[in-house]
């Protein structure tokens, strides 16, 4: 089982930056494609974004398609969401996780001005 711990996130003024990081731990934690998925307040979770274990990004939802980057680095276990130029409808619980279901305690965004 892979244990995953967020950190970044915070808050945000409209057009401003945030990054978001993802440690992992346990066994086989370099074998997993993930993600980063978000659920805002009072709607269904979403998945942002995408990366194959190679680092290659798989997927990255319309919204956020040219202002969020995705990255990992196996060498250090950890993986990154770098979000630019947010927007206020980007606020949410920022979840990391495996495609089978593990997943961290997950990091606020909020992008208000």
């Known amino acids: 089982q892979v244990q995953l711990e967020e950190s970044g996130g915070g808050l945000a003024q409209p057009g401003g930056s945030l990054s978001l990081a993802c440690s992992t731990s346990?066994?086989?934690?370099?074998?997993?494609?993930m993600g980063w998925y978000r659920q805002p307040p009072g709607q269904e979770r979403e998945w942002v974004s995408i990366i194959k274990r190679d680092g290659t990004p798989s997927y990255y939802v319309d919204s956020v398609k040219g202002r969020f980057t995705i990255s990992r680095d196996n060498s250090k276990n950890m993986m990154y969401l770098q979000m630019n130029n947010l927007k206020p409808e980007d606020t949410a619980l920022y979840y990391c996780a495996t495609l089978d279901g593990s997943r961290g305690q997950g990091t606020q965004v909020t992008v208000s001005s």
């Open positions: 346990g066994s086989a934690r370099k074998l997993y494609a």
